[in-house]
T-cell receptor
């Protein structure tokens, strides 16, 4: 079975706090792909990052960082020094070599000014 | 165009009517996906196209739902005899190279369907 779990339904933080969004995935494939998308109130999903299963190197992009750990089947997303503009629903997704994609149910992040 | 476009942006219809939702992918993208997002829910996969063919229709919720793609570009999702439970945002995404799931999907703004 292939599945993505985002256990945190809603998170609220005060501006400038750091926040980590959890993502746990299940797959039996040895080759797979992981994604994070942001869905702001406007509704359009915005691609943030893609990682391949064979590349566990963590990545940092500005205030965003991702921690990929195959040992725990997790692909967590951290926002440092959060800002109000970070308020959105964030989706984690798993893709396989059969062009099938599985999305988590999303984490709604609210950054309070 | 620069991104994936969808039309209409909003559609209100009466129960029992048919609706057509349109998706225009990013130019050159050969793979196209349809998803449904109900209020406060995640994304539910419906169907994907590789060129004009649909190798995976497993997500279509019933035979009232169908989709086609012509010319390897524009796709239409048709819902016949709409029901209130069909109310949702229908999202379309496209990606660059068919057959490789390494290719990132880029999403359109969605069509919000309301069935009264």
């Amino acid at each position: 079975a292939q599945k993505v779990t985002q256990a945190q339904t809603e998170i609220s933080v005060v501006e400038k706090e750091d926040v980590t969004l959890d993502c746990v995935y299940e797959t039996r494939d040895t080759t797979y792909y992981l994604f994070w998308y942001k869905q702001p109130p406007s509704g359009e999903l915005v691609f943030l990052i893609r990682r391949n299963s064979f590349d566990e190197q963590n990545e940092i992009s500005g205030r965003y960082s991702w921690n990929f750990q195959k040992s725990t089947s997790s692909f967590n997303f951290t926002i440092t020094a959060s800002q109000v503009v970070d308020s959105a629903v964030y989706f984690c997704a798993l893709g396989n070599t059969g062009n099938q994609f599985y999305f988590g149910t999303g984490t709604s992040l609210t950054v309070i000014p | 165009g620069a991104g994936v476009s969808q039309s209409p942006s909003n559609k209100v219809t009466e129960k029992g009517k048919d609706v057509e939702l349109r998706c225009d992918p990013i130019s050159g993208h050969t793979a196209l996906y349809w998803y449904r997002q109900s209020l406060g829910q995640g994304l539910e996969f419906l169907i994907y196209f590789q060129g004009n063919s649909a190798p995976d229709k497993s997500g279509l919720p019933s035979d009232r739902f169908s989709a086609e793609r012509t010319g390897g570009s524009v796709s239409t999702l048709t819902i016949q005899r709409t029901q209130q439970e069909d109310s949702a945002v229908y999202l379309c995404a496209s990606s660059w190279v068919a057959g490789y799931s390494t290719d990132t999907q880029y999403f359109g703004p969605g069509t919000r369907l309301t069935v009264l």
